[in-house]
Every structure is written in structure tokens, then in C-alpha cells.
């Protein structure tokens, strides 16, 4: 059954530093999304990619957070400049359509972040 | 700062028995819903889903009730199983922001051997 992948599994990185999460989605999926979830808290949306653009972003997704779809498997998650509070699960999740809205969701088995 | 952990409402079961759990959501416009389990240490897992012109929907051992008058879904699973045990939680999604997805707090499912 096709799944969705990520890597590394964990990441412990300095504050401050650059971080980049990857994930390759389910090969015909067309939705591709990025989620959080603190430790013990529960999941958060963080943006949503579709037709090579992002198409909904929380609030949490700032100015240091951007999304690629460098090639036609992988999407990626920057983290420019880490803060403490960015350790967390990122998960990463891909959908398909049905009538032109999105599907469910298939999530990764996610990247725990830890930032020290 | 040291971030403050959700408590999450528990539900303690023994195996074979049925399980409920419920979910309230809080737009009244969602018109797609998912249940998903979570295991510790993984992802979210799909189980089943509903949009809003159904009230209810059956797969394997498991059932999703929708009532929209009051924003409420619940979960209902058949001779529970200590593979059961997990966290459940509902998510939400709007026609008019289709491409979020709005989650709730969860519940935590203890199944007794």
C-alpha cells in the first residue's frame, strides 16, 4: 500500500540553525500539507501546497518557515532560524481530490525537531 | 519555557466491549470529517470519514455518527481490542477553506485486557 515517507525521523539541531524536513508524498496525490504537533498537544495545521503554490498557511507558518516541491517526489519544509519552540512532530500528509476538493489526508510517519 | 501538555480525556474500556468516543467540532460550514488514531511515537492514521450530507457511515468495525444540529461526531468501535488503544481525534474541513484542516484535542482510548 503506498504510504507516505519522511526523513530523518529525528533531527537535533542549535538554535538558530537551518533545518530542512522531507517528506515524499503518495506518488499521484496533488495536496500536500505540513503539520506540527508539540509534545503532548495536539496536531496543528501549518500549510497546505497544491498546483506548486501554497494555498492556506496558519499563522504559526511565518517568515522563517517556506515550502518547496523541488522535483516531482519530494516537498520540503525550511525552517530558516530556529527557536527553542519549534521542537515538535512535523508531519508531513498528501491527499487526493474528489471533485475538486481534497481527500484524506495520509500522514507520514512524521520528523521529531529538536531544537537545544 | 517548558510547554504545558494537553490532558486529554481518557476512556477505559475492556477488551470486547464497545467503545464510543465523541468529538465536537466547532463550525457549523464543515462539510468533511475524518477520524484518525494516533499511536505514540507515529503519525496519524486514517480511519474513516464523513462528509455532511451523510449521518452516518459503517466500515470495519467501525462506525461514524454526524449530527449537525448539535456539531457532533462521534466514533464508535466494535469489540475493542487492545490494538485499539490510542489516541482519537476528529478533524474538520470547510468548503471555503478547503485545504485546511482544523483537529481536535483527542481522546485517549484505554482498552483492559
Known amino acids: 500500500e503506498p504510504e507516505v515517507t519522511q526523513t530523518p525521523s529525528h533531527q537535533v539541531t542549535q538554535m538558530g540553525q537551518e533545518v530542512i524536513l522531507r517528506c515524499v508524498p503518495i506518488s499521484n496525490h496533488l495536496y500536500f500539507y505540513w503539520y506540527r504537533q508539540i509534545l503532548g498537544q495536539k496536531v496543528e495545521f501549518l500549510v497546505s501546497?497544491?498546483?506548486?503554490?501554497?494555498?492556506?498557511k496558519s499563522e504559526i507558518f511565518d517568515d522563517q518557515f517556506s515550502v518547496e516541491r523541488p522535483d516531482g517526489s519530494n516537498f520540503t519544509l525550511k525552517i530558516r532560524s530556529t527557536k527553542l519552540e519549534d521542537s515538535a512532530m512535523y508531519f508531513c500528509?498528501?491527499?487526493?481530490?474528489?471533485?475538486?476538493?481534497?481527500?484524506?489526508?495520509?500522514f507520514g510517519p512524521g520528523t521529531r525537531l529538536t531544537v537545544l | 519555557g517548558e510547554s504545558v501538555g494537553l490532558h486529554l480525556p481518557t476512556l477505559s474500556v475492556q477488551e470486547g466491549d464497545n467503545s464510543i468516543i465523541n468529538c465536537a467540532y466547532s463550525?457549523?460550514?464543515?462539510?468533511?470529517f475524518i477520524w484518525y488514531k494516533q499511536e505514540s511515537g507515529k503519525g496519524p492514521q486514517f480511519i474513516i470519514d464523513i462528509r455532511s450530507n451523510m449521518d452516518k457511515r459503517q466500515g470495519q468495525r467501525v462506525t461514524v455518527l454526524l449530527n449537525k444540529t448539535v456539531k457532533h461526531l462521534s466514533l464508535q468501535i466494535a469489540a475493542t481490542q487492545p490494538g485499539d488503544s490510542a489516541v482519537y481525534f476528529c478533524a474538520e474541513n470547510i468548503p471555503y477553506n478547503f485545504n485546511k484542516f482544523y483537529f481536535g484535542s483527542g481522546t485517549k482510548l484505554n482498552v483492559k485486557p
Open positions: 501546497f497544491y498546483n506548486n503554490e501554497i494555498s492556506e
Open positions: 463550525n457549523s460550514a464543515s462539510d468533511y
Open positions: 500528509a498528501s491527499s487526493d481530490t474528489t471533485s475538486g476538493r481534497p481527500d484524506t489526508q495520509y
